[in-house]
């Protein structure tokens, strides 16, 4: 079954989402929201943009640091992710040494009021105790 995106009013309706074209497994959300978890829900990929946000362009170095807990392998793999998204700019500068920064792009800038809404529901709603082991 081919799932499209219908929009009325500005507003996207909701489609179903299936896996495998499986109809049991089946639940209805908007598409909108499908695509910002898909990017967004993968681990790190928040405070990744987070950082970016409050700290401006960053070298890869810096944001390591920034995240206490995530591998090189996984700084990479998610900062590849959000450019190819783009959310984020990867540049060069001609060394010597040669070092490489991020920055956000416009769409990548504009998530910042809303991941300052999520730290306050966090702050307010979301219990220290409820994620197991920290970020």
């Known amino acids: 079954m081919a799932e499209h995106e219908v929009v009325t009013d500005g ?7 299936c896996a495998g074209g499986d109809q049991a ?8 929201l499908t695509r910002v978890f898909t990017l967004l ?3 790190w990929t928040g405070l990744l ?3 970016l ?4 362009p960053a070298y890869f ?3 390591r640091r920034a995240i206490p807990g995530i591998s090189e392998r996984m700084l990479s793999d998610r ?6 998204a783009g959310m984020v700019v990867r540049e060069v500068d001609a060394g010597p040494p040669l070092r ?3 920055r956000l792009t416009e769409g990548g800038a504009a998530l910042k009021p809303a991941l300052t809404e999520l730290a306050v529901w966090a702050d307010r709603y979301l219990p220290e105790t409820a994620l197991r082991g920290g970020c």
């Open 100 to 102: 490489v920064s991020y």
């Open 11 to 17: 507003e996207p309706t909701a489609a179903a989402a």
């Open 41 to 43: 829900g993968k681990r």
């Open 53 to 56: 946000n409050q700290s401006g």
């Open 79 to 84: 900062l590849t992710e959000l450019t190819e």
């Open 61 to 63: 170095s810096e944001l």
């Open 25 to 32: 497994g089946c639940f209805n959300v908007e598409l909108a």
């Open 49 to 51: 943009l987070a950082v």
